[in-house]
Each structure stands twice: as C-alpha cells, then as structure tokens.
C-alpha cells in the first residue's frame, strides 16, 4: 500500500526494556518525522531527519533513538523504556516544498 | 522560537453554522502553514496547505486564509455538519524547510 504505515499498532511493555516503534513510507519522501501526542502538551516533535544518514534533535529527544541507513525508513527505538514515555507515538513524512503526511500511530504503554 | 496557539481551545456550534478556526504564530518567517483533521483514537489527516506565497486555499467547504505579516492564519468552515466534528490543528513549517511547530488544537463539536 502506498504511503506511511507504522508498526504496532499497539503495544505494551514494562519499564526498562527496549522498545522499538517502525516507520515505513513508500514515496520517498526526504524529510521523515518523529512526534509524541500527551494531553495537555499537544504534539512534540522527538526526532527528524532530513535525508538517509542525516537526523537530528528535535524538542523531546532524551531516551529516544533514530536512524534512517534508507530512505524509507525511520525507526524509532526506546533503549530502556520509562512510564514516561507512555504516549501515542506518530511518524511522518514531507518534501520541502510539500506538507506532513501522518500515519496512524502507535499507542504505547509502559507499566 | 516559534510558538503556535490556536484559538477557541473548543467550540461547539449547531449544525449549519458557518464557523471560523483561528492559528496564530509568532514568528512571521514560514515557510508553509497546513491545517490537519484529528478524529478521537486516530491519525491527523491533512486538509489543506497554504504556502508563504500564498493567501488562502480552498478545498469544498474548507477554506484556510494565510496572514503572514500579522501571525495568524484562519479556518473557514461553512454550513457546517456533525461530521466535522473533530480536532482541528494548525502547524507551521519554518523557512528553513526542515520542521513543523503544532498548535495545541481546537475540539470542534457540531451538533445535530
């Protein structure tokens, strides 16, 4: 299917282990997103990366780690997991010129 | 450092109403301005996006105004129905390209 899918859907894991939430997208888009969703504090961004091999901080970035070794992809991993970070976790992707194409989400809950 | 607000945090309208969504920004240098649709328990869906340039967009009932000299965009939503109830977000890219500030949202409810 074309466009941006993310994997789980849901998940649930305990604090101190390693999550990791997936992001694929099918048009190549360069610019690919990392955003948190809480109440009360709207979306934050996490991570960016404006090419393969080129990422970078975002606002919320402690206890998060990106890559992107292709373009379609941005994993985002959460080395050992907080009850913090509890959240609904959205990627997306753009081209410069165009807008922010989200995918569904992953809802994460962290005991 | 750009910062979003969105104004009314919630509204609530009966149905037919003509209805206006209103984005503020602090920093006037933007590179693009989009409006997303956000349904409980779901994604954001993109309805329209406005480029610097540019001073409205228009897409069937929806139509988005763009005032970068004065900070602040608008969101035009006319005749409205209970299916446009949702959360309506507005988020600004910055003249670098490179990223995206979100407002916190307006919770819209039309009622039938």
């Known amino acids: 299917d074309a466009g941006i899918t993310q994997s789980p859907r849901y998940k649930i894991t305990e604090t101190g282990r390693q999550v990791t939430l997936m992001c694929h997208q099918t048009?190549?888009?360069?610019?690919m997103f990392w955003y948190r969703q809480d109440l009360g504090h709207g979306l934050r961004l996490i991570y960016y990366?404006?090419?393969?091999?080129?990422?970078d901080k975002g606002e919320v970035p402690d206890g998060y780690v990106v890559s992107r070794s292709k373009t379609e992809n941005f994993p985002l991993t959460l080395e050992s997991a907080t009850r913090s970070q509890t959240s609904v976790y959205f990627c997306?992707?753009?081209?410069?010129?165009?807008?922010?194409?989200f995918g569904s989400g992953t809802q994460l809950s962290v005991l | 450092k750009q910062e979003v607000t969105q104004i009314p945090a919630a509204l609530s309208v009966p149905e037919g109403e003509n209805l206006v969504l209103n984005c503020s920004f602090t920093?006037?240098?933007?590179?693009?301005l989009q409006w997303f649709r956000q349904d409980p328990g779901k994604g954001l869906t993109s309805l329209l996006l406005?480029?610097?340039?540019?001073r409205e967009q228009t897409s069937g009932r929806l139509n988005a105004s763009l005032d970068k000299s004065s900070g602040r965009s608008t969101l035009y939503i006319a005749a409205s129905q209970p299916g446009d109830s949702a959360t309506y977000l507005c988020?600004?890219?910055?003249?670098?390209?490179?990223?995206?500030?979100f407002g916190p949202g307006t919770r819209l409810s039309v009622l039938p």
């Open positions: 406005i480029q610097s340039s540019q």
């Open positions: 988020a600004v890219r910055d003249n670098y390209g490179q990223n995206f500030v």
């Open positions: 997306a992707s753009s081209e410069r010129q165009w807008g922010l194409f």
């Open positions: 048009w190549s888009h360069s610019y």
């Open positions: 920093d006037s240098a933007i590179y693009n």
């Open positions: 990366s404006a090419a393969a091999d080129i990422t």
